[in-house]
């Protein structure tokens, strides 16, 4: 239902012209302008459309100088009432209203009215819905890439309706889980979602992941640079066309400046695969610096969206866990991809592989194309030796690019407490107390130290552990459970110790 209007008059200002339609920043007017030229090329060179938000507030006191700025200003004005659920610059009163918009104290003087195509042009339905291709500058950093439609993104919904939850509340969002879940997948779904329901209309994807897993198990190098903080404020510059912050090079000015940015509109910021970044947490606490206004948090403001295989210690920082698809998913994507694949699993095999994955999407992908190659009853048995661990297999790439570098941060104690609990937690929950008797006779018989020593270090390293999701606490129990495919990597990796 659209809210009624007031009639609009030829001494209205610019001022009150954007007042009327509900509101929009100089700054995102800029942005919405260069957007919709790339749609309706009004303009051929887009410099010509590289407004700043000191280019709009002349205009507000001065009035628009040039008739095409004028008209861009209209399509502007129109998806933002469209926005608001304001009745200007509709289909049917657009005509009426330009013409008195372009003779009105928003201009500098007055201007033809508009002309037939013009009003195609501007009521051409040309901000269409956000899919992965209206992004592809974007969409060709998300890697592995997504599912080119939701409905094939398997088992999520629940997910993405918290993810959501957590983004309209919080300002840091972050989507955590074990290699091969999906993260990045779902933050990318999220994004387009919260650009479609205008929660932040805006959003840029900073990445600087190294490589990924292909559906043979290997590792495929990318060419993404490293990252630290000024790197992602320089591309927030860059994408949001922040073109009066280009030039700033001190981190601490160009920090203020973005956050001002960011407090004033509602930009979405994904951060894919935090946990390659040196000093990830104190990125998260500038973030969240930034986003405060007098240490509270602006109502309507930018949002943070972190993907992460490393749990945060940030109480501010809402979690999202995701694990891997539920039983009746598992089956709905393993049908997909034997179909994909051209060839076919009987329901007790789609189960087998679901459960020895733990549903987790990429090693399923992986498993069937390994028995696509060579359909047999023989090479199903050897995908599943393989999936459980202990032996060495085409799958090591696989798990060596998922895991190896989880693995290689940490140190030998946590290593070793890592594959002891590997052989425990093979049919049951690991038992903490199981667990630090067996740290404590290993550490006094071969380290040579005081219990008390040992003890210190077994809290560390366990606590090291739980942050790398190696393993996972059960509640209050003092249990512990592993995921199925961290497990088979430490007992096939503990073969070489």
Not at 46 to 57: A, F, I, L, Q, Y
Not at 257 to 279: A, F, K, S, W
Not at 347 to 360: A, C, I, R, S, V
Request: glycine content about 6%.
């Amino acid at each position: 239902m659209f809210i009624g209007n007031s009639q609009p008059f030829e001494d209205w200002t610019l001022s009150q012209w954007i007042g009327a339609v509900g509101g929009i920043l100089y700054h995102q007017i800029a942005s919405e302008a260069y957007g919709i030229n790339e749609q309706i090329k009004l303009f051929d060179d887009p410099n010509d459309v590289s407004w700043s938000t000191s280019t709009v507030g002349d205009w507000v006191k001065g009035g628009i100088p040039k008739r095409k700025n004028a008209l861009l200003v209209i399509a502007v004005l129109r998806k933002t009432a469209r926005r608001n659920k304001r009745d200007y610059f509709t289909n049917s009163n657009i005509r009426a209203q330009a013409f008195i918009f372009l003779r009105s104290a928003a201009c500098s003087q007055k201007f033809a009215e508009l002309g037939d195509e013009e009003v195609d042009l501007i009521c051409g339905d040309h901000i269409p819905e956000e899919t992965p291709n209206n992004h592809p500058e974007l969409y060709d950093l998300v890697q592995p890439p997504p599912p080119n439609r939701w409905e094939k993104f398997f088992g999520r919904d629940g997910d993405l309706n918290r993810t959501m939850q957590a983004l309209n509340d919080n300002p840091v969002t972050v989507i955590s889980g074990v290699a091969g879940e999906g993260k990045t997948s779902l933050a990318w779904f999220a994004a387009l979602e919260a650009s479609q329901s205008e929660l932040c209309p805006y959003f840029d994807w900073i990445t600087d992941k190294r490589h990924v897993v292909d559906k043979e198990g290997k590792p495929r190098n990318l060419r993404n640079k490293p990252l630290d903080f000024k790197g992602i404020l320089k591309s927030l510059v860059r994408r949001f066309r922040w073109h009066e912050l280009t030039g700033i090079q001190d981190v601490d000015e160009l920090k203020n400046r973005c956050g001002e940015m960011l407090r004033q509109g509602r930009y979405l910021v994904i951060i894919d695969n935090l946990e390659t970044l040196d000093d990830s947490e104190e990125i998260v606490n500038y973030f969240l610096g930034m986003l405060a206004s007098k240490g509270r948090l602006a109502p309507l403001t930018s949002r943070i969206l972190v993907t992460t295989r490393v749990q945060l210690t940030n109480n501010y920082c809402v979690p999202i866990d995701i694990h891997g698809i539920d039983q009746e998913a598992r089956n709905d994507y393993l049908a997909f991809l034997t179909h994909s694949e051209n060839t076919s699993l009987s329901t007790p095999q789609k189960t087998k592989l679901g459960e020895l994955t733990d549903g987790n999407p990429l090693f399923m992908i992986i498993a069937v194309h390994r028995y696509a190659i060579n359909p047999s009853p023989q090479t199903f048995d050897e995908i599943v030796d393989n999936l459980e661990g202990g032996i060495r297999s085409h799958f090591d790439r696989a798990f060596d690019g998922l895991f190896g570098s989880l693995a290689s941060s940490l140190g030998p104690n946590a290593t070793w407490i890592a594959q002891h609990a590997a052989y425990l937690s093979q049919d049951q929950p690991i038992r903490g107390a199981d667990l630090r008797r067996q740290w404590l006779i290993y550490c006094e018989k071969h380290l040579r130290e005081s219990q008390m020593t040992c003890l210190n270090a077994y809290d560390e390293a366990l606590g090291q552990l739980v942050r790398h999701r190696i393993l996972n606490r059960l509640g209050e129990s003092g249990q512990y459970n592993m995921h199925s495919l961290i497990r088979a990597y430490f007992l096939r990796d503990s073969l070489d110790d």
